[in-house]
């Protein structure tokens, strides 16, 4: 061992420079292919995942295929790339358009094991969704003339064209529930007669929030898509106030996002009274996140929320691309949004005078209570957080994820 010892020290001294020279590519390239492995890769989703299940009015339960925009324009998108192979493997071709929505707003519920805490939701978001949109197809309940909703003056204000249709639809996504909880959902829909407008999708195994929010933004049909929490902590009439911030903030393309946040109660008694732990976990993943994430991603002080609204124009530039599928995606989402293609920067006579890279985000202050029952281990996923949001950061810079289906 001595000897080796020796031998090492007795070695030309550009020998010592060559190998110190080679560490640092060495190293990333051990990085590069670590995550490689390391690194979340969302499963293909079963024949079975492209179903959904809703009640008849005759008190029936029917099973029919998802409407996917999602796989209309991946095909568009792998032959836009394959069109232009002299560009190189690093080009992203410009995005081709999603389609068309069908109705105005699409509700996504991820639910794992929610029979005992969705009724309540359910029965909140219906009441305010029939009152302020009205069913698909029919004009908003509760408002006489010309059918309207929060934020159609913002958006008539900066010319963008008014939506087409109207009414709701509400998807929730059992990620692989145990429980009653499809059941208790469908029951729930022949009481309140939301057929056809309350649709459940079963995942066979269970992904993580994130993947069973992915899975329903991708067959998502609504020109405003919102996630909200199965557990009903948020007040779900809060959605006007995202839908006007995100008209607000939208750009030339109609690309907008608008997220809830409990910022503001920071110091009152619904956080004060959560244990010791969980206010040190929550202020240790934020100072995380401010020195991981970009610029504008970091600026949000509450990416955990479940209550985040899309307006249908941004999916195409984050839906495609997400990875994560567990506590963190909320994280990717923005992160994503922050870096999506430049758009076209109209002026008040309709003509371009430039690009304005990136997604904006509004962050709004809403009413939240805390509700027992979260599937959330503040240890362990905590640590799983902070772990996870490395491997994403890292994975990105490092181009193991790129914004290219080929």
């Keep these: 061992m001595l000897d080796l010892v020796y031998g090492f020290l007795a070695l030309p001294w550009f020998i010592y420079v060559a190998i110190l020279l080679a560490l640092p590519p060495v190293a990333l390239l051990s990085v590069y292919y670590a995550l490689h492995h390391l690194a979340p890769k969302p499963r293909a989703p079963f024949p079975s995942e492209k179903t959904y299940r809703t009640t008849t009015p005759d008190g029936t339960i029917v099973t029919r295929q998802l409407p996917c925009w999602y796989d209309t324009w991946l095909a568009e998108r792998q032959h836009s790339e394959r069109q232009q192979p002299e560009l190189g493997k690093f080009h992203i071709p410009d995005p081709v358009t999603i389609e068309a929505p069908d109705v105005l707003v699409s509700v996504i519920v991820p639910a794992y094991n929610e029979e005992e805490r969705i009724p309540q939701a359910l029965e909140e978001m219906v009441d305010y969704l029939d009152t302020t949109f009205g069913r698909p197809g029919h004009p908003t309940s509760g408002k006489k003339g010309t ?162 609204l899309f307006s249908r124009a941004a999916l195409p530039h984050i839906v495609p691309y997400m990875h994560a599928e567990g506590w963190i995606f909320d994280v990717e989402m923005l992160m994503l949004a922050e870096s999506a293609p430049a758009t076209p920067v109209f002026g008040s006579e309709g003509e371009v005078i430039g690009t304005e890279a990136g997604i904006r985000v509004a962050e709004v202050p809403i009413a939240w209570h805390e509700v027992d029952g979260s599937k959330m281990s503040l240890a362990r996923d905590s640590l799983g957080m902070a772990i996870g949001l490395a491997v994403l950061r890292a994975s990105w810079m490092m181009g193991v994820y790129r914004r290219r289906m080929t």
Excluded at 169 to 191: H, P, Q, W
Excluded at 215 to 238: M, P
Excluded at 294 to 300: D, M, Q
């Design 147 to 308: 059918p309207t909703f929060p934020g159609a003056h913002k958006r008539s204000l900066r010319g963008s064209p008014a939506p087409k249709v109207t009414g709701y639809e509400i998807i929730v996504v059992s990620d692989g529930s145990r429980d009653k909880t499809e059941d208790v959902v469908l029951e729930f829909s022949k009481r309140k007669g939301v057929h056809d407008v309350l649709r459940v999708v079963k995942l066979e195994r269970n992904r993580g929030k994130g993947g069973a929010v992915t899975h329903g933004f991708r067959h998502a049909r609504g020109d405003y898509v919102l996630f909200a929490d199965a557990d009903g902590a948020s007040k779900f009439s809060d959605l006007g106030k995202l839908m006007e911030s995100c008209e607000q903030v939208a750009d030339g393309s109609h690309r907008g996002v608008a997220v809830g946040s409990r910022a503001h109660l920071v110091g009152s008694e619904a956080v004060v009274q959560r244990s010791a732990l969980r206010n040190f976990l929550m202020r240790g993943f934020h100072f995380v996140l401010m020195i991981l994430t970009p610029p504008a991603t970091s600026r949000i002080k509450d990416t955990q929320c479940g209550f985040k």
